[in-house]
Structures are given as C-alpha cells and as structure tokens.
C-alpha cells in the first residue's frame, strides 16, 4: 500500500545551519507530494507541494524536489531561523480525498 | 482568507459524557475530514465525508461516529467518552477537484477526559 517515511528527529540546529529532513515513500500510480508544517500549539498548514516527477516545490525558503527515480521528496532550507521551530509532515495524495502522512519530524532550531 | 474553524480549542470531559467536536470550512469543499494526534503516532484518520450525509471509516473509526448535515459543517461525536480518547482532534477540509489540491487544517481541539 501507500506510505510515507521520514526522519522522526528530534532535530536540533543552530540558527543559519542547513537543514535536510529526508522524506521516502512508495506509492502505485502517479502520487502528488507535500510538505505541511505545524507550529507549537497550532494545526497543520501546507509549506509545499510538487505534483509531477522533477517539479520543485518552494516557500518561506524551503524547497523540496520530487524525485520519481529515488521516490523521495527531501526537504531543504539552507538557512534555518528560530521561527523555523516547528513539526514538518510529509505527505502524499494518489486519490482526490485522503492524504497519507509521514510520522512528522520535530525540529527545534537555537539561537 | 480560506478558513477551517473547531469549535473550542480545549475540552475537558468526564469519562462517559457524549461529545462533540464541531468543524466549519468556508471554501465550499466537498471532502472533510477528522483527524487525532498523539506523541509518537503522527496523525491517524478516524472519518471522513466527501458529500452530505455521506461518510467513509478511515483507520481507527471504534468509539467515535460523524455527523454531515451541511457541506459546511462536520461533526465528530464520541458517544461516551473515555480516557483514550484524551489527545488533539484536528479537522481538515479539501476540495475533489485535482489530486494536487492540498487539504486545509483547523487550529485542533485538545480534549482531555478525565
């Protein structure tokens, strides 16, 4: 069946440090992939999405490629802030209503 | 401004009291979903309607049902509550149009049953 891996963290980084958080996952058809953020005691909100194979997602300086060849969707910013604290979800969608979400990864990022 | 609002952001109940968890969207979105949230457990699907009166189990469904009367609105009820079932609801909504279109998540309710 479908499914989403990702690094479960906790990460923690210095502020300006780069960040990779690695996202996997298996999929029949053609899936379309996303990033979702959730900030501290908030619900979760869309960060990026790429829905077709060598698109490249981007926002707030993160990006993600969908890369078919590898099945995964890495997500990066190469320059993290304090605000950048957060759990990150990745996720994919085959159909047109449910989304499988990845187990979400912790980052913390310190000044 | 698209928005999915949850009617309260912390609950407290007692154990076997009826509650409902109340989710409004303003996109006109046909699917609608609910969600909970656990440490260490991401997010699982409990329900979720892709039309009016029309619902679908998703993966932990025991011990909650959903109510969608208005495409608006979808409520999550737990018919009798207990202590599991303390954890954070999140509401989601999107639309059918394309596989691409993202979903749409409310602020969560913390509910804790005591």
């Known amino acids: 069946g479908n499914s989403v891996t990702q690094m479960e963290g906790p990460v923690t980084l210095s502020e300006e440090a780069f960040l990779t958080i690695n996202c996997t996952y298996t999929a029949t058809g053609y899936p379309s992939l996303f990033w979702y953020v959730q900030y501290p005691g908030e619900g979760l909100q869309l960060l990026l999405k790429a829905t077709k194979a060598d698109d490249k997602g981007s926002n707030k300086g993160f990006e993600a490629t969908y890369r078919k060849e590898t099945t995964s969707f890495h997500l990066e910013k190469g320059s993290v802030q304090v605000s950048d604290s957060a759990v990150y979800f990745c996720?994919?969608?085959?159909?047109?209503?449910?989304?499988?979400f990845g187990p979400g990864t912790s980052l913390s990022v310190i000044p | 401004d698209v928005k999915v609002t949850q009617s309260s952001r912390y609950l407290v109940k007692r154990t076997g009291e009826k509650v409902f968890l109340e989710c409004v969207q303003d996109?006109?979105?046909?699917?609608m979903f609910w969600y909970r949230q656990d440490p260490g457990l991401g997010l699982r699907l409990i329900y979720f309607s892709y039309d009016v009166k029309m619902k679908e189990k998703g993966d932990i469904p025991e011990g909650y049902s959903v109510s969608r009367e208005k495409k608006e609105r979808f409520s999550l009820i737990l018919e009798s509550a207990s202590t599991n079932q303390t954890s954070m609801y999140l509401c989601a909504s999107s639309s059918f149009r394309a596989v691409g279109d993202e979903q749409y998540f409310g602020p969560g309710t913390r509910l804790t049953v005591t």
């Open positions: 996109m006109d979105h046909e699917n």
């Open positions: 996720a994919l969608k085959t159909s047109y209503d449910k989304v499988i």
